[in-house]
């Protein structure tokens, strides 16, 4: 069984950057899909980014060209960094694979 542990969230101003992990346990992600959705207050799970198990990666338009998803073989763990944050990034952020980690926050405000 894999065990996903998000971390890196918390309270950002506008503009400022947050690089947010996913430690993975229980199974090695080095190449394996991994993604990182987000959910914001009375809103669905969006996907923000994959990373596939050939490295190839994906982004949701609301985060393109302002995101890179990462992998650390060596610590089993996927980072997601997003710059330029906006009010309408606050959300909590969970990981995936096979199973959901139990995400972190992420609030951007001034």
């Known amino acids: 069984q894999v065990q996903l542990v998000e971390s890196g969230g918390g309270l950002v101003q506008p503009g400022g950057s947050l690089r947010l992990s996913c430690a993975a346990s229980?199974?090695?992600?080095?190449?394996?899909?991994v993604q990182w959705y987000r959910q914001a207050p009375g809103k669905g799970r969006e996907l923000v980014a994959v990373i596939g198990h050939l490295g190839t990666t994906l982004y949701g338009d609301s985060v393109k060209g302002r995101s890179t998803i990462s992998r650390d073989n060596a610590t089993n763990t996927v980072h997601l960094q997003i710059n330029n944050l906006k009010p309408e990034d606050t959300a909590i952020y969970y990981c995936n694979h096979m199973y959901w980690g139990q995400g972190t926050q992420v609030t951007v405000s001034s």
């Open positions: 229980g199974r090695a992600v080095s190449s394996e899909n």
